[in-house]
């Protein structure tokens, strides 16, 4: 005992100093979380003294909104935003502010969480079903939604085609027809909705379509097959997700998971729902990216990639070196040589390329962040990725609102 005080004393002084030591921390806490929110632009759009407006986000159901908070708007545009794997939702936020400012009263940008970090290793499938629940929960918070939109990175693309599927809906509608020489007629046409909602953007970065089984699908690898295949006998360490990319699935007899996302199946039209959005796009790194190749991302056969990289410098975005227009008459006789694709890398390139996309080949050469171009193309993280900020730029300036 201390002298000159009693014991009362000294447990009131020990209850006091540590209630101080759990409010310094406390304090310390929120400070932390202000400088990271300071850092990372988390602010809620509020009307100011000036009568304007600032981005805001929400979370609901541990996922995250990011929406303008106008008392006088009413968006009708659902923009879905999916990261890839061992992803969050804080990858897609620099593109999310993007888009809110450029169109403040016309989009609900939603960065989908329900498939983040370990949970990405459960498999496309189950990760697909939970990013469709997911968005209808979106939807039923907003009733004045009338399309969607979807942008993803990497394995992120993939889930998405599956969620869409899940989430796609057969509308069948009556149109009047004109044919010389006879009389109108009535045709039923089918038109496609998304939960409730027009499709119109299906946008993919640095997407693995036609998945990572040897033949350079990842550059890392180098092209040397017996890495290549040690990669694939070893898949299993991703999880189930490991399996649909590296295509070693065989549930119950049937065929790899992207092999079959290519048709429709008689429980899930995967063609059909990629068909009713108005616009697919691709996104692709040409160089330096070590994860996903160029080819798988740009769906296209090695011997399709443009040849001839000196593409002339574009001032506006300097990074995006090519862009192929939408083409409806895509056709590709395949010649049997030793360059060509394994049967099933051929039979899913097919299925795909009968809808028309969109390509726009990118490129950090030059770019201190080439190295991390995989994450760069993204904005993934903003101080590290930078530069990848006029990719972005140009999916907002193409983006069909």
């Known amino acids: 005992m201390e002298l000159g005080r009693s014991s009362e004393e000294i447990n009131r002084s020990s209850s006091s100093s540590q209630v101080d030591d759990n409010n310094n921390n406390m304090d310390k806490k929120k400070k932390r979380r202000r400088r990271k929110n300071l850092m990372l632009g988390c602010f809620r759009r509020r009307r100011n003294d000036n009568g304007d407006s600032t981005i805001g986000e929400s979370h609901v159901n541990g996922s995250l909104n990011m929406e303008s908070a106008s008392d006088f708007r009413n968006p009708t545009h659902l923009v879905v935003t999916v990261n890839g794997i061992i992803g969050s939702a804080q990858n897609w936020r620099f593109a999310a502010k993007q888009f809110l400012k450029r169109y403040p009263h016309d989009v609900v940008v939603h960065c989908s969480e329900s498939n983040h970090s370990m949970l990405t290793f459960d498999g496309v499938d189950v990760m697909g079903s939970r990013l469709a629940e997911e968005v209808l929960s979106v939807v039923k918070r907003h009733p004045g939604l009338q399309k969607i939109s979807f942008i993803s990175h990497s394995l992120g693309g993939l889930v998405s085609r599956y969620a869409i599927a899940k989430l796609y809906t057969e509308e ?72 649909h990319l590296f295509l070693t699935d065989t549930d119950d007899g049937k065929p790899p998971l992207l092999l079959r996302m290519v048709d429709d199946c008689e429980e899930l039209k995967f063609i059909s729902a990629l068909q009713s959005f108005k616009r697919r796009v691709t996104y692709a790194n040409a160089r330096f990216d070590h994860i996903v190749g160029w080819s798988t991302s740009s769906l296209r056969r090695r011997t399709e990639l443009p040849k001839n990289q000196k593409f002339p410098r574009n001032n506006q975005y300097p990074h995006v070196i090519n862009e192929e227009p939408a083409r409806t008459d895509y056709f590709y006789k395949a010649e049997h040589d030793d360059d060509m694709t394994d049967d099933m890398e051929e039979t899913m390139i097919r299925g795909l390329t009968k809808l028309s996309w969109e390509r726009v080949d990118v490129s950090f050469k030059g770019s201190r962040q080439r190295l991390m171009a995989h994450s760069t193309i993204q904005v993934k993280t903003p101080f590290i990725n930078s530069d990848g900020a006029d990719v972005i730029q140009h999916m907002l300036d193409n983006f069909m609102l």
């Open 172 to 243: 069948f509608t009556e149109e009047t027809c004109e044919v010389k020489g006879d009389s109108p007629y009535r045709e039923e046409m089918v038109k496609g909705t998304m939960a409730g909602l027009e499709p119109i953007n299906f946008i993919t970065s640095a997407t693995p379509h036609l998945g990572c089984r040897g033949h350079r699908q990842i550059p890392l690898f180098c092209g040397i097959l017996a890495i290549e295949k040690a990669a694939t006998n070893i898949s299993w360490l991703l999880g189930r997700t490991g399996k």
